[in-house]
Every structure is written in structure tokens, then in C-alpha cells.
């Protein structure tokens, strides 16, 4: 079964930090990039970083200096390092994995930053 599951979120305070964590199953072959989505209370997804297979990374203007993003290509996982996270970083916080025949979406994590 086609699986991504994510974990890492959670409640901070402003200037806090947290790492979020995507693992793929094994059965998600053939992944090409990884990368991190964020739902806004709004109701916008919007694109937080990205990383592809030769491990070169792009991000969202917003979180650059902030936010790191790496990947683990023997457990098919990525992470997203968050630091001096601020109140408007709040949301949930989904995984997209691209593969040459598909996408796959975690269902997502809660990030609540707040004092």
C-alpha cells in the first residue's frame, strides 16, 4: 500500500524550531523529487521547499534562512528543519513525493506557532 506518512509537528512559540519528518513506503518506487506544501488557515496551499534526486533545493521566499530541507534517499524520507518559526508559519504541513508515473500527498501535520 502506497503510503507517505508524516510526524514532527506540533505546538512552539515564536522563535522556536521543530523537524518535521516524510517517510515513503517501500512501495513508492522510483521517487524524483521531494517536497514540503503548507494549508494556511486561509485555506491556501502554497509551496514551502523542495528537493530533487541530485539533492538541489529551492524555497519559498518567505522561509529562506529559516528552513532546511534534506532527504534521506536509503529510507525514502525527507525532512523539513524549522527554525525561528513565527506566527504566520502556522499550518498544516504536507509531503508531496513526485514520481515519473505519479504524485503522492501525505495527509499532513499540525504546525501551531504561538505564544
Known amino acids: 500500500q502506497v503510503q507517505l506518512v508524516e510526524s514532527g509537528g506540533g505546538v512552539v512559540q515564536p522563535g522556536g524550531s521543530l523537524r518535521l519528518s516524510c517517510a515513503a513506503s517501500?512501495?513508492?518506487?522510483?521517487?524524483?523529487?521531494m517536497a514540503w506544501y503548507r494549508q494556511t488557515p486561509a485555506n491556501q496551499r502554497e509551496p514551502v521547499a523542495h528537493?530533487?534526486?541530485?539533492?538541489?533545493?529551492s524555497y519559498a521566499d518567505s522561509v529562506k534562512g529559516r528552513f532546511t530541507i534534506s532527504r534521506d534517499y536509503a529510507k525514502n524520507t525527507a525532512y523539513l528543519q524549522m527554525n525561528s518559526l513565527m506566527p504566520e508559519d502556522t499550518a498544516i504541513y504536507l509531503c508531496?513525493?513526485?514520481?515519473?508515473?505519479?504524485?503522492?500527498w501525505g495527509q499532513g501535520t499540525q504546525v501551531t506557532v504561538s505564544s
Open positions: 508531496k513525493v513526485i514520481t515519473p508515473q505519479t504524485d503522492y
Open positions: 517501500a512501495s513508492i518506487s522510483r521517487i524524483i523529487d
Open positions: 528537493i530533487t534526486s541530485g539533492g538541489f533545493t
